[in-house]
């Protein structure tokens, strides 16, 4: 595809979350990669930033250690002001919003944990967990929601596992995790959220001290490298992200499979596609809804602009994923289609650190569910299923289904 149109790089634009289909990134993003690499973004806070569209230029910004995830060095292209970013704290240990050498610590501290060896021995656990919890779904009869009769229990029962966090208590950190995702929710529930959070994370972890287990969160205790509040901050981190991001796609690819019956087929009937399935959907749809962001330390020349020192730049990874320069038929669905690099995950030293564990939960929990229900469908038309257009994480906030 030839790419001719630059648009000036006075002419600013603004974030767009509106989505024209529920399964596509908003069309603008689509338009705006063919027309530039680099487009000037204009953010809430009044800031002049950047948007960056292509794989190429995305993935080159996630690489460049120029470019800063600090917190407090952001502007967020949607919603909030600059003072209201500033009564948001990130605890110790949240790693997620910090550089190197500081992030190094931590995440050196956890990538053993969860390589591809280890998240393979928790196969059969979690295949258990789904066929439960498919029982308990034929038991009750339909319709059902997906989302909470088995999307979202499956990813929260493993890292509850893993961390060594009581299953009992998961609605209520389910619920503070929806706030501190939330794109409506003020700056000040965010706060109360995550401060309970945090409390009650600090709490288990004094409780894992005197009373230690097998699980992550009880090595980290014995390891003495962490306070108790960076651990807290840490499993704060995992707990969000572990269970959020995986039970969306699990979800979102059960929606977008159900509308599309030769796939689904496919995935039903044919056990060699997981693999390629998972990876598809993870391109396809990648539900990173807004961002992320970096901010540049120092001037940077990419693209044939110069990105000045602590100006933000936005990258789209849902626009990246669909760029047709890296991908055939990017926004074609294709389950058999070859494993490719995609940016669903990131990129760089912030890549997701559960990569894998989300690639197994995703692997088991869609064919287990349209192998149990073969004649799954939705209870509701599609354009009944409300979508998290609200959310940083994309997805559905409920999908009823029958059989």
Known sequence: MTRTTRRPTAEAVTFPTARQRPLDPPDELGRWRQEAPLLRLAYPDGHLGWLATRFSTVRAVLADPRFSNRAELTHVPVGRSARELSLLRFPPGMFLRMDPPEHTRYRRLLTGQFTVRRMRLLEPRIARIAAGLLEEMAAAGPPADLVRAYALPIPSLVICELLGVPYRDHERFQRDSATLLSLERGPEEKLVALDGLIAYLADLVRHKRDEPGDDLLSGLVASGGLTEE??????????????????????????????????????????????????????????????????????????????????????????????????????????????????????????????????????????????????????????????????????????????
Not at 236 to 246: N, V
């Open 230 to 403: 960076e651990i807290a901050g840490v499993a704060s981190l995992l707990l969000i992200a572990g269970h959020e991001t995986t039970a969306n796609m699990i979800a979102l690819g059960a929606f977008t499979l159900l509308q599309h019956p030769d796939q689904l087929a496919a995935v039903r009937d044919d056990p060699e596609t997981a693999g390629t399935a998972a990876e598809e959907l993870l391109r396809y749809l990648t539900i990173v809804h807004i961002g992320p962001t970096r901010t540049a330390l120092e001037d940077v020349e990419l693209e044939g602009h110069t990105i000045r020192a602590g100006e933000t730049v936005t990258v789209s990874l849902s626009a990246a994923n669909r760029d047709p320069e890296w991908f055939d038929r990017p926004d074609e669905l294709d389950v058999r289609r070859p494993p490719a690099p995609h940016l669903a995950f990131g990129h760089g030293v912030h890549q997701c650190l559960g990569q894998q564990l989300a690639r197994i939960e995703l692997r088991i929990a869609l064919p287990a569910l349209l192998r149990r229900f073969p004649d799954l469908r939705l209870a509701v038309t599609p354009g009944e299923v409300p979508m998290r257009t609200d959310m940083n994480i994309y997805g559905v906030h409920r999908l009823p289904v029958t059989w």
